[in-house]
């Protein structure tokens, strides 16, 4: 599945967003999905995810009650609603997926996902 994202942009702290991300494949209602960020020089660490089974949600501790993810089977269509925007998440945004026979695991580690989409930029300025 391919999983090209959009929606990344300069912003003011405080501000909203929102990521997309749509798959081009036949499978995405069964992929649990996710997105990632990479600050400048760090490596790629996970935002949040939601399983395929049964929509169970995860968040990071820092952008847990800011950032919601949902996601669109109809549509093929993976979202990030970013809001309350800190310095700190200025990164390089990417959404992720993988099909797992388990319908409410989430994995968390970037290796455990196999389908990727290329990354949007998220610039929080002051």
């Known amino acids: 599945v391919q999983l090209p994202a959009s929606g990344g942009g300069l912003v003011q702290a405080g501000d909203s967003l929102r990521l997309s991300c749509t798959a081009r494949?036949?499978?995405?209602?069964?992929?649990?999905m996710a997105w990632f960020r990479q600050h400048r020089g760090e490596q790629r660490e996970i935002v949040a995810a939601?399983?395929?089974?049964?929509?169970?949600?995860f968040y990071t501790d820092s952008v847990h009650g800011r950032f919601t993810i949902s996601r669109d089977n109809a549509a093929k269509a993976l979202y990030l609603q970013m809001n309350r925007l800190k310095l700190e998440d200025t990164a390089v945004y990417s959404c992720?997926?993988?099909?797992?026979?388990?319908?409410?695991?989430?994995?968390?580690?970037?290796?455990?996902?196999?389908?990727w989409g290329q990354g949007t930029l998220v610039t929080v300025s002051s």
């Open positions: 992720a997926g993988v099909a797992l026979l388990d319908g409410h695991r989430i994995p968390v580690r970037p290796y455990e996902y196999d389908a």
């Open positions: 939601i399983s395929w089974g049964d929509s169970t949600q």
């Open positions: 494949g036949p499978t995405f209602s069964s992929y649990t």
